[in-house]
Structures are given as C-alpha cells and as structure tokens.
C-alpha cells in the first residue's frame, strides 16, 4: 500500500509557477507533520519544506524561502506545495513524506516516503 502519493510534477519553463500535491493515508495523515524535499540528478535528497500537523509551524529551506509555499487540506489528507518563480536550479524528483515529529521529517528521518514526482525547469 502507498501511504503517500504525489502528483503534479511536469515540465514548465523558467518563471512559471507549478503546484504539487500529495494525498496521505490516514495513518500517515493523522497526527503527522508532513514535509517535501527534492533530489536533482547527481546530488542527494534535500529538504525542501515542512508543516505541522495543524499547519500553524512552518518552515523553508532558504533556496525555496519566498518562492515556494507548503500547505496542507486536514479535509482531504492531502499537503501542497506552490512553486513560483521556478528556475533551472529547482529540477529534480520531489518527494512527499511524513512522520510524527516536524523536526525529524526536516532531518530527513520520516516515517513514510512517497515515490516522487518529477519536475523539469527548463526553457
């Protein structure tokens, strides 16, 4: 079973804005911080965004801080992230994932991945 599916990777041009979407199960939904990061060929996994369960703490990797926006619908088992602005540098596999501890998802240390979805700035 996938806990965490992502959608809405593609390829845009650089300027443009795309908007990621995961949908959790609810055992990596409830009571779980949830988080994106991203892997760009050639380097290793990095952090890119986390919420809180409740989504009242946020926080940014400073490559995406001001053009990126994570979010989450409680509703729908479902966290986002808004990318605008989008350059070359932002290409790479985005990742969802969750856990129960914010600042052990921002480490990396999640409970639950996602297979990722693609992104490709380029013009």
């Known amino acids: 079973q996938a806990h965490l599916v992502e959608s809405g990777g593609g390829l845009v041009q650089p300027g443009d804005s795309l908007k990621l979407s995961c949908v959790a199960s609810?055992?990596?939904?409830?009571?779980?911080?949830m988080g994106w990061f991203r892997q760009a060929p050639g380097k290793e996994r990095e952090f890119v965004a986390t919420?809180?369960?409740?989504?009242?703490?946020?926080t940014y990797a400073d490559s995406v801080k001001g053009r990126f926006t994570i979010s989450r619908d409680p509703a729908k088992n479902t966290v986002y992230l808004q990318m605008d602005s989008l350059n070359t540098e932002d290409t790479a596999v985005y990742y969802c994932?969750?856990?129960?501890?914010?600042?052990?998802?921002?480490?990396?240390?999640?409970?639950?991945w996602g297979q990722g979805t693609q992104v490709l700035v380029s013009s």
């Open positions: 994932a969750s856990g129960p501890s914010r600042s052990e998802v921002q480490a990396g240390r999640a409970v639950f």
């Open positions: 609810a055992r990596a939904n409830n009571g779980y911080a």
């Open positions: 919420i809180s369960w409740g989504g009242g703490r946020i």
